[in-house]
């Protein structure tokens, strides 16, 4: 029997041997190439070569698509939906029903009801169902180009066999170099935030630790933020948020915090977790001031804003980061803010963020994916592009609302980042729509037959947004088992 275990156990001590030797120059090279000059905050410009290689190779399978579908005489791309229906100018309700009126031959004289109103309001339900402003954020953006990503269905006869070649080569890339190296990288960033900020927390000299979190945070999101391969562009850091005010950004995905903390140190806000989550809550709070609620505490709308506004009013502490909208979007477009936080009498600094989706979708759709599985995805795609847009301080001018403060700094945002501005709650990704939309419609419609002038889209718009905030008077705060937004 010896004689047959012997050379077992030899072979299981030669594999194992060799497995700790590989894992050790693994962890060499890593350690040497990628986290140090990421903690010393040195580039080698090896991310902008690797970005400039893959749009080439994109426009290259780009071009042989489009070549085999021209030879074929095929279409190759589906039509845009959105020009299905052609739209005009937006003018008043009056006006709209008047032109039905008129176009069926009746003389608009008198406000009254006429059968002849019913084809409005059925022709705006039908343009709201083909073309669903809402719906229509919260699926994953669509890309005229392929990205080797994925294969589209529609294009999946034009496949040649280098394109095929080419993608299954993309494939053992992502998955057998890139996503262990992530791996890794974000096992490593997240370990040594834990490490750290709990040693730092110990310090007794509070100008040391506050220096010392400082480097710590920067370092550990420095790691991660490679270990996304995230090749981020900042604009106008001139505006960067500072002490005593509120930051607030469209949010797209849960790294948009890794994006911002990146380039600056905030005190994030969200409710208590447990787990790993409620680990690194816990050790950021002992090195740095954040805001954590109990779920008790997040109904008491009072206790958030009186915490928030004891934060900004300390001039020694960090700039709040908090998403407004809620939810994350799929990066086209802005969704309405939640009131709450503009109520509070501080500096607010907006930042823009908009993502490149040809190297990776970075939009977290909650509903369809968790989120292991959607860090999964990021760390398995080519890379995370984005450009961040610090733009200029705003403050609440006198007789101006929270909710007007709120659209404002909104448009701002929208704007600048080349995103559509909507009215619509983010909520409405979960939820009905509120009985108070509905119930707007009908005094809009109701005013018409009584005759009063002046009833516009604009003024309906902008009601029914208000309508809306107002009876959202808790400030809204991240749920991370039942919500998108991710403050951690």
């Not at 085999?68 to 299905?84: T, V």
């Not at 000299?205 to 991660?224: A, D, G, Q, S």
């Not at 905030?469 to 039942?482: G, S, V």
Request: some cysteine; aromatic content about 10%; charged content about 20%.
């Amino acid at each position: 029997m010896s004689w047959f275990t012997f050379p077992v156990d030899n072979l299981l001590c030669r594999c194992l041997s060799i497995s700790i030797t590989c894992l050790q120059y693994w962890l060499t090279l890593l350690f040497v190439f990628i986290i140090v000059p990421t903690v010393l905050g040195v580039s080698f410009g090896v991310c902008g070569l690797y970005m400039r290689t893959l749009l080439k190779i994109f426009e290259w399978a780009t071009s042989r698509i489009e070549k085999e579908a021209k030879e074929k005489n095929q279409q190759l791309y589906k039509p845009y939906s959105n020009g299905i229906i052609a739209k005009a100018q937006p003018s008043s309700l009056q006006q709209e029903l008047l032109e039905v009126r008129g176009s069926a031959g009746g003389l608009p004289s008198e406000p009254e009801f006429e059968m002849v109103d019913i084809f409005f309001f059925c022709r705006r339900g039908v343009e709201s169902i083909l073309d669903d402003e809402v719906t229509k954020r919260f699926s994953a953006q669509e890309l005229e180009t392929w990205n080797l990503l994925t294969r589209s269905n529609y294009n999946f006869h034009h496949f040649s066999m280098r394109l095929t070649v080419l993608w299954g080569l993309g494939i053992l890339i992502r998955y057998g170099v890139l996503l262990p190296v992530r791996v890794t990288l974000a096992a490593t960033g997240i370990s040594l935030l834990l490490v750290f900020t709990a040693l730092v927390g110990l310090l007794p000299n509070k100008k040391l630790r506050f220096y010392l979190c400082e480097k710590v945070h920067l370092m550990c999101y420095r790691i991660c933020v490679r270990a996304l391969t995230a090749i981020i562009t900042y604009h106008n850091r001139e505006n960067k948020p500072k002490t005593g005010g509120i930051c607030v950004s469209n949010h797209t995905t849960p790294i948009d915090v890794i994006i911002l903390a990146n380039d600056g140190r905030y005190s994030m806000v969200g409710q208590v977790h447990g787990g790993l989550m409620g680990m690194i809550q816990q050790a950021m709070t002992k090195s740095s001031p954040h805001i954590w609620f109990e779920r008790s505490e997040v109904k008491d709308r009072h206790l958030v804003a009186k915490r928030l506004s004891d934060h900004v009013a300390d001039k020694t502490k960090q700039p709040i980061l908090i998403f407004p909208e809620g939810t994350c979007i799929n990066n086209t477009s802005v969704m309405m803010f939640k009131k709450g936080i503009f109520e509070i009498a501080c500096t607010v600094y907006p930042v823009a963020i908009k993502y490149d989706p040809r190297f990776g979708d970075a939009f977290w759709n909650s509903s369809k994916f968790g989120l292991v599985c959607y860090l999964l995805r990021m760390m398995s795609s080519w890379a995370i592009v984005c450009s961040v847009w610090y733009l200029p301080p705003m403050n609440r001018e006198e007789g101006e609302d929270a909710v007007q403060f709120a659209n404002r700094v909104k448009a701002a945002i929208a704007a600048q980042g080349g995103l559509v501005d909507l009215i619509w709650d983010g909520g409405l990704k979960r939820a009905k729509v509120k009985d108070a939309f509905k119930e707007e419609q009908q005094k809009l419609y109701s005013k018409v037959l009584v005759g009063e002038q002046e009833v516009g889209d604009e003024r309906d718009n902008t009601h029914s947004e208000d309508t809306n905030q107002e009876e959202d008077e808790r400030i809204q705060l991240p749920q991370m088992d039942n919500e998108d937004t991710v403050n951690v």
